[in-house]
């Protein structure tokens, strides 16, 4: 037994040497998961006024308080606004920066990030507000409050020209199209008519030569959805090439693009888009498949979003379908001037004449009127 106490103090005097030895070397800083930031808005009902979109005069501000995470952290705060029923999945953002607590905007600042989240001009909508901490890249944000407002921006349509061979590369604005903005949000749509299998043309924002768009890739003949990407520059670069599809009929090529230009992600799409009326009505009649070609097709206007033409029916049936093919067609149910799917519904046509057929493909809407 005394072997055995002798032993154990024997390593207790050990162990405390040990102990001694030990020196603090300075204290260990951990991050704690990190408590938000309050969120607060001057504001909380803001109708945006047109008429203001010079004024530099601050419209909103929101402030909100440094969020902790148990040390001095350069955290960088980013303000997100999103739709109620969004649950935060595409936001727009502006970012404060680093330890930025305090941010107003003017009249056309934020209607512009209103605008991003598509709500329509003169419309009165509820969007949340939240802040965002940021504290580094492999740590996980964390939010702030959300302030929730009821705000009416205003439309701020904007334009930029696509010159190209298709009209012979006049001066921008001369005879070239336009894609529209309806929302200025950055994303521009609209169809052009190409006139060629791979015309080349460009996208410029003025009518001027001064500045465009073009493309780092040198493409030859495209044969169908493409996708570029772009750069803004003010010398070289390359020409963007329109798609084209072969139909049913091989000779056929759709070369109307629907182009779709996006200034944000610096992308620009071409799908080959054309809608047609076809039908025993029309100056064609019923294609199977592997008749001659019989679609009269239409032109798209970018100012009203519709397609339309101007021919001589005759009694008989017609229906909307796209780039000559019948994957996608459009008849008409019981209700004159609406558009369904259905194969099996014709639009009927009783007085032969000369009529301009307008058809609003997004709202799935057409109308006919006798010349």
């Known amino acids: 037994m005394k072997t055995v106490l002798t032993k154990f103090l024997a390593i207790s005097g050990v162990a405390l040497l040990m102990l001694a030895s030990c020196k603090k070397e300075g204290t260990t800083v ?216 072969s139909t049913v009929d091989p000779a056929v090529n759709i070369t109307s693009n629907l182009v779709t230009f996006d200034s944000n992600a610096n992308t620009l799409t071409l799908t080959p888009t054309l809608w047609s009326v076809v039908g025993d009505a029309t100056p064609g009649s019923w294609p199977n498949g592997s008749g001659p070609q019989s679609d009269t097709d239409m032109k798209f206007n970018n100012g009203t979003q519709t397609w339309s033409v101007l021919v001589a029916l005759k009694p008989g049936g017609l229906k909307f379908r796209l780039n000559h093919d019948w994957g996608v067609n459009y008849g008409s149910l019981t209700t004159a001037g609406v558009l369904d799917t259905q194969n099996n519904n014709n639009i009927p046509v009783t007085v032969a004449g000369n009529y301009l057929i307008t058809v609003d493909i997004a709202h799935l809407t057409y109308t006919m009127v006798k010349q």
């Open 30 to 245: 951990r991050a704690t998961s990190g408590t938000p930031g309050a969120l607060t808005a001057n504001v909380t009902t803001l109708p945006l006024d047109k008429s203001k979109i010079n004024d530099t005069t601050t419209v909103i501000k929101f402030n909100v308080t440094q969020p902790s995470y148990g040390y001095a952290a350069g955290v960088t705060n980013i303000l997100q606004i999103d739709g109620p029923g969004d649950n935060w999945a595409n936001p727009t953002t502006f970012t404060l920066g680093t330890g930025v607590l305090s941010q107003g905007f003017n009249t056309v600042t934020f209607n512009s990030l209103l605008l991003k989240l598509n709500i329509l001009g003169g419309t009165t909508a509820t969007v949340n507000v939240r802040i965002e901490h940021s504290l580094a890249v492999n740590v996980p944000p964390i939010y702030s409050n959300v302030v929730a407002l009821t705000v009416t921006p205003f439309n701020l349509a904007s334009f930029v020209y696509v010159p190209g061979n298709y009209e012979g590369w006049s001066f921008p604005g001369k005879n070239a199209d336009s894609l529209q903005s309806a929302t200025d949000n950055g994303i521009y749509t609209g169809v052009i008519g190409f006139k060629l299998v791979s015309d080349g043309f460009l996208i410029v924002p003025a009518q001027s030569w001064a500045n465009k768009w073009a493309t780092t890739a040198n493409p030859g003949a495209a044969g169908g959805p493409i996708t570029y990407a772009t750069e803004y520059v003010t010398g070289g670069g390359n020409n963007f090439f329109s798609a084209s599809k």
